[in-house]
């Protein structure tokens, strides 16, 4: 059965930094292509990182150059390392991976304020 967990968010101010991690269980990530989603209160869910089987990765705009997707096969996960942070990053982050379906894990809040 395939589980994603992710962990590493919090509370952080303007400008900071913060990792986080999507662990899996019954299923290889380097496999697959691996994203990152995110989902502030009354907007809807919307992408903001991926990384391919191959180590390729993409980002959305409002992200790119501050944002970094990784993938550490031994451990079998995939992290988003989040620098410059900004009110507007705030929201839930989810890791996403689809076998034959969309599999999401629980989320992991982030929180951007002075």
């Known amino acids: 059965q395939v589980q994603l967990v992710e962990s590493g968010g919090g509370l952080v101010q303007p400008g900071g930094s913060l990792r986080l991690s999507c662990a899996a269980s019954?299923?290889?990530?380097?496999?697959?292509?691996v994203g990152w989603f995110r989902q502030a209160p009354g907007k809807q869910r919307e992408f903001v990182a991926r990384?391919?089987?191959?180590?390729?990765?993409s980002y959305s705009d409002s992200v790119k150059g501050r944002f970094t997707i990784s993938r550490h096969n031994g451990k079998n996960t995939v992290y988003l390392q989040m620098n410059s942070l900004k009110p507007e990053d705030t929201a839930v982050y989810y890791c996403?991976?689809?076998?034959?379906?969309?599999?999401w894990g629980q989320g992991t809040q982030v929180t951007v304020s002075s």
């Open positions: 990384i391919t089987s191959g180590g390729s990765t």
């Open positions: 996403n991976l689809v076998v034959g379906r969309d599999f």
């Open positions: 019954g299923v290889i990530l380097r496999v697959y292509t």
